[in-house]
Nanobody
């Protein structure tokens, strides 16, 4: 399984970015797809998840501003980020957890089996 992120960049506060994650390879069971982020000196934190049934979950800090979605025809995961703030600056990672019994943004990153290389998002004030 390979995950490849794209779409990061630099924007001013209040701006928008759309991240994409191209997924290749086969996974079994109910797959939980997620976006995590990590900034310097901080732990990796869950941002948003989407489950096999399209149920979504968000971290409180991004709820109402970020939207996770997927295009099954293109095997692509997206994260639409609106009203970006400087505190959203981080490396953003796409992750997958096959055969998952649950799918929440609070799930530890250690429980995810596959990761992309990350894409940098920088928001200036």
């Amino acid at each position: 399984v390979q995950l490849v992120e794209s779409g990061g960049g630099s924007v001013q506060a209040g701006g928008s970015l759309r991240l994409s994650c191209s997924v290749s390879g086969s996974m079994y069971g109910n797959v939980c797809m997620a976006w995590f982020r990590q900034s310097a000196g901080k732990e990796r934190e869950g941002v948003a998840t989407i489950w096999y049934n399209d149920e979504t979950n968000y971290a409180p800090s991004v709820r109402g501003r970020f939207t996770i979605s997927r295009d099954n025809t293109k095997n692509t995961l997206h994260l639409q980020m609106d009203n970006l703030q400087p505190e959203d600056s981080a490396m953003y990672y796409c992750a997958a957890r096959p055969a998952s019994a649950y799918c929440y943004a609070v799930v530890s990153p250690q429980r995810f089996d596959y990761w992309g290389q990350g894409t940098q998002v920088t928001v200036s004030s």
